[in-house]
């Protein structure tokens, strides 16, 4: 009789996702022996996995592994990115307890959805087979459905859940329906396939419409996810609605995953580069325009927010298009620093928990009298999210300026700069309604809980450290993205 | 080009670095002091900006004036892939400016310290909020310095934007009645600007990329590739633009200068002394020497600009209320004087300028700080409220005259000489028929202007009748007349014997005058001589 042939896996490939996994699940048993609103162990439980999870990552640093009968891979782009998700997510999981105690949300479900939420995250980019990714997307947007609503006792909450819910699950779809019709064209659902049999002179052929239509829909699935114009309706009701920690959570990481696998599909898309490269040019020209303007006239500083991300995704957008070492390296940098910037600034926001969680520029005047430490916090996170050096703001948007120009992409680099300005404009403005009152006579103090201060305290280290000294991830992203271009791969199955 | 002074780097490896830092570290010494012990605070903040000082006063000794180039100079790899050095050096040009940063800082935080307790709005800090005031004030000094000191434009582009933070947040949080407005005003217009000096900066250096494969913002090297043909003139043309642009709004030069008088209006006194004229130097440093045939092809339009800055903004000045602005639209005339200067293109002008930028500082310096003690006692600044204050104060009102005077260009002042030597080079720039002598003969009707906003307004304040409210007004007590002597002195120093700073000088501006004036022009002017 033959034996059974076990293609031969690497399981040091996927072993951070799984101990994600792992962690989620002890978290979810241990929750049942607690008593009620006892989660200081769910949360450290949880740091000790994702802290696990990222020293795996890290061991993979300079691996190209391809495993799992190719479901599976490890290279210098999913260590970048997952190690911000894992400490996107060691942030929330830190501060969030303090803001659910305070609007009274005590679910201790919070921890292993979060982390389920960050598993199916590092998933997304762990892998070039788009069933593996999908699996991925619905995992981390299933866990953020929930987590968006996790406010049960408030309509807002539950609006929001139900509009993220409908429009996503719509989104998935779109997604699910680009996979099959490549797989319709190809014959496989790997996206480095996608255009093995594309020939740009033949727009007649079967396979060529199979394509293109796959790409388009495609597309569309990520850039809502991502919350690029034009399908960032969500965004502002979304972020809004959903407790501050979980949009602390979705802005960051959601958006490192859904340009994570975008920055994989387009490279892997590049024959096709004439023809989606008008389409994202026109998306990144209108996310920065819409986003930027828009936020400009928000009095919700969690709105503003919202659609100061939609600007951010434009910027992304524009090093996607660009497609160049620079720009590509840009796009790391970036999605690197802006995990950090958002994080630290929803952050801030939830602190607003102890005062109505009311989050309008006016609710938060004054904040730096009562809490001086976070109004500094938040000015620097303010002034990287701006792009004034010297922080990591900075250097990101520089790279995809540099990245921009060098692709010839002079109009979408000059409206990246123009609409930077416009950023300024309503960063500064929350800036200063925070110190607008600061001279006057002295407020109560309220104080920082001890994990926000950690929190914030890594986030701005992160932050000047890298507009400072940027050279380490620079070298570290670029070299990402080169190993991705060569195609170093080294394949582990057992055929 | 001359080279780097190898000699001096010797030993000297570190005290430009050591200069710029120096109020960074203050800073963080600040830090360290609990809330509320102004004292101690004035007192740490005092030993930084005078360390800073005594740091300047090595580089004027070790100061070897009779070299080309760049002195002091560090390098350091940033990011080398991309070019991008912390590379620091100062010319005969800077290094005045660097010395006048750190004088006007320590009298700056001198002048905080002497400041009463006042009520809140009143653009002086409460004894509690003392400390964050001066770390603002440090790190703007440092972004100050790095600004005169960096060479490469990455990083060039940096520390002036980084001026924009802590002053964003002095006059945010200390700033008069519209500071908020004011404040956002004065960022988006300079970030704005400055944008355009970065993509500007970027596009030449991809075209230095493309013509030797190799990336680098470095500003000598940048220069020698756009002297040696590196960049057509229509290129050139946008390029200088882009800086033209960024510089002429920190000018700040008329049409661009309308955040100037609302920002600045409403910022508290030493962010308007130590406040300098950046954009001036800008241009001589970067604007012009990178984009020679540019300059000159623009020298025209900018000697326009520069004569109708002179009297637009004179006329202005004489129509203000309030005797702040009344200096502040000085500061946009004297600023259309610095750009006259600059684009004569020439060693006279070029000297009258560098001047006229070191005579802003003192002289404008010593009439804010005056005017912000004036504000202690009287609280308002408006001029139909004040009157007859001659005889309440004559220590004032001496002191107010004589820096008064040297606004107004006096001889035997300093303006004296900047505004002569910058009108001179104009004009010999206009003999030479490079710009039209009609602007040289519009400029220099603002000397006459300048007499008229000056002496009017002192003529309304210091003299007529006192209203009753300030009746035993207090004179200057000798703290404060002591704060303002040293900027006086200095009046007279650069007025009576100007060879003392503009001998390092020379060397400099002769070097700058090859780069960017051609050849025939050099000949012209060389006869006019």
């Not at chain 1, 034009?230 to 960051?252: N, R, S």
């Not at chain 1, 387009?266 to 998306?283: F, K, V």
């Not at chain 2, 203050?26 to 002091?33: A, H, N, P, R």
């Not at chain 2, 908020?180 to 400055?194: E, V």
């Amino acid at each position: 009789m033959e034996a059974l042939n076990i293609p031969q896996v690497e399981w040091s490939a996927l072993l951070p996702v799984l101990t994600v996994v792992g962690a989620a699940l002890l978290v979810l048993i241990l929750e049942l022996f607690l008593p009620r609103g006892q989660h200081t162990p769910l949360m450290l439980v949880g740091l000790l996995g994702l802290g696990l999870a990222g020293y795996f990552q890290l061991a993979l640093w300079g691996a190209s592994l391809v495993t799992w009968a190719e479901t599976a891979l490890s290279d210098n782009i999913a260590v970048l990115l997952n190690l911000a998700i894992l400490v996107s997510s060691g942030l929330v999981l830190l501060f969030a307890d303090d803001y659910l105690r305070a609007r009274n949300m005590r679910y201790g479900e919070f921890y292993p959805l979060l982390l389920f939420a960050t598993a199916g995250a590092m998933l997304m980019i762990s892998s070039t087979n788009l069933m593996v990714v999908f699996l991925g997307l619905e995992v981390l947007s299933l866990s953020l459905y929930v987590l968006t609503g996790l406010a049960r006792a408030e309509v807002r909450s539950e609006e929001a859940a139900l509009k993220y819910f409908l429009l996503g699950a719509f989104a998935s779809a779109f997604f699910l329906y680009g996979i099959a019709l490549l797989y319709g064209a190809q014959g496989s659902v790997d996206m480095r396939v996608i255009s093995a049999s594309w020939v740009a002179s033949m727009p007649g052929k079967m396979t060529n419409a199979l394509l293109v239509a796959s790409l388009a829909l495609m597309l569309v699935g990520l850039g809502f996810k991502a919350a690029l114009a034009p399908f960032h309706m969500w965004t502002p009701d979304v972020y809004q609605g959903a407790p501050t920690v979980a949009t602390a959570y979705m802005a960051a990481v959601s958006k490192v995953a859904a340009f994570g696998v975008l920055l994989r599909l387009l490279s892997a898309a590049m024959p096709m580069l004439d023809l989606w490269s008008p389409i994202m040019w026109a998306i990144a020209l209108l996310s920065m325009l819409v986003g930027n303007l828009v936020a400009l006239i928000q009095r919700d500083a969690k709105r503003m927010l919202a659609y100061s991300s939609v600007g951010h995704a434009g910027y992304l957008a524009v090093g996607l298009v660009s497609m160049n070492m620079t720009s590509l390296t840009g796009v790391l940098f970036y999605l690197v620093a802006y995990a950090l910037m958002t994080v630290g600034a929803f952050g801030v926001l939830s602190l607003m928990a102890r005062a109505g969680d009311a989050t309008t520029v006016d609710a938060l005047r004054g904040l730096a009298r009562r809490q001086p430490f976070a109004a500094f916090a938040m000015a620097i996170l303010m002034l990287s999210l701006a792009g004034i050096p010297p922080t990591a703001g900075f250097w990101g948007k520089w790279y995809l300026f540099l990245g921009a120009l060098e692709g010839g992409q002079t109009l979408l680099a000059i409206v990246l700069a123009l609409t930077s300005v416009v950023g300024a404009a309503y960063y500064l403005r929350l800036t200063f309604s925070l110190y607008a009152d600061a001279l006057e006579a002295p407020a109560a103090r309220w104080s920082v809980p001890a994990p926000m201060v950690v929190c914030l305290l890594i986030c701005l280290i992160g932050l000047i450290g890298l507009g400072i000294a940027p050279r380490p991830l620079a070298e570290s992203s670029r070299q990402a993205v080169e190993r991705m271009a060569n195609g170093e791969w080294q394949v582990v199955s057992g055929e | 080009m001359g080279g780097y002074n190898l000699a001096a780097m010797e030993w000297a490896v570190k005290v430009l670095s050591w200069t710029l830092w120096t109020p960074l570290i203050g800073v963080f010494l600040l830090l360290l002091i609990p809330r509320g012990q102004r004292v101690l605070a004035c007192a740490v903040a005092i030993a930084a900006t005078l360390t800073t000082l005594g740091l300047t006063g090595v580089l004027v000794v070790n100061f070897d004036p009779s070299t080309t180039g760049y002195q002091f100079v560090e390098r350091v790899p940033w990011l080398p892939d991309y070019g991008i050095a912390y590379l620091l050096g100062i010319d005969g040009i800077s290094l005045w400016l660097v010395v006048l940063t750190a004088v006007l800082s320590v009298l700056a935080v001198v002048y905080v310290t002497l400041a009463p307790a006042l009520p809140i709005g009143s653009n002086t800090p409460s004894p509690e909020h003392t400390r964050a005031f001066l770390c603002h004030l440090l790190l703007l000094e440092t972004a100050l310095m790095g600004v005169f000191m960096a060479l490469d434009l990455v990083l060039f582009y940096v520390f002036f934007e980084l001026t924009l933070v802590p002053t964003y947040f002095l006059i945010a949080l200390w700033g008069g009645e519209r500071r908020g407005y004011a404040a956002l005003k004065f960022f988006l217009y300079t970030f704005f600007g400055s944008l355009f000096m970065l993509l500007a900066a970027l596009w030449l250096a991809f075209i230095h990329y493309r013509a030797t494969n190799e990336m680098t913002f470095e500003l000598m090297r940048l220069q020698q590739f756009v002297a040696e043909g590196g960049v057509p003139l229509d290129v050139q043309k946008w390029l200088f633009l882009g800086f033209a642009l960024a510089f002429a709004v920190k000018l700040p030069l008329v049409p661009f200068h309308t955040w100037w008088p609302v920002a600045m209006g409403e910022a508290p006194i030493p962010v308007v002394v130590i406040f300098l004229k950046t954009g001036a130097y800008a241009f001589l440093r970067f604007g012009m020497p990178l984009f020679p045939e540019a300059a000159q092809v623009f020298a025209p339009l900018g000697m326009a600009l520069a004569a109708v800055a002179v009297v637009y903004a004179a006329i202005t000045a004489t129509m203000q209320f309030d005797m702040k602005r009344v200096a502040l639209y000085a500061v946009v005339s004297h600023a259309g004087f610095i750009m006259m200067g600059l684009f004569a293109l020439n060693q006279t002008g070029l000297v009258g300028s560098v001047v006229q930028q070191l005579n802003h500082g003192v002289t404008m310096g010593a009439m804010f700080l005056l005017l912000g003690m004036l504000h202690w006692r009287t609280r308002t600044l408006e001029i139909n409220q004040l009157g007859g204050l001659k005889a309440q104060m004559p220590l004032f009102s001496a002191l107010f005259l004589m820096v008064m005077l040297a606004l107004v260009a006096l001889p035997g002042t300093n303006g004296f000489i900047g505004e002569f030597l910058c009108l001179l080079g104009a004009y010999q720039a206009a003999h030479s028929g490079q710009v039209a002598t009609l602007w040289v003969v519009l400029g220099a009707t603002g000397t006459i202007l300048s007499v008229v906003y000056m002496l009017w307004m002192f003529q309304r304040v210091f003299y007529g009748p006192t209203p009753e409210r300030l009746r035993s007004l207090p004179d200057l007590t000798p703290a404060e007349a002591a704060l303002v002597l040293p900027l006086v002195a200095l009046i007279f120093w650069i007025g009576l014997r100007p060879a003392h700073f503009t001998h390092s000088l020379e060397q400099s501006a002769t070097q700058w005058v090859q780069q960017v004036a051609s050849e025939p022009w050099r000949v012209a002017h060389d006869n006019s001589e």
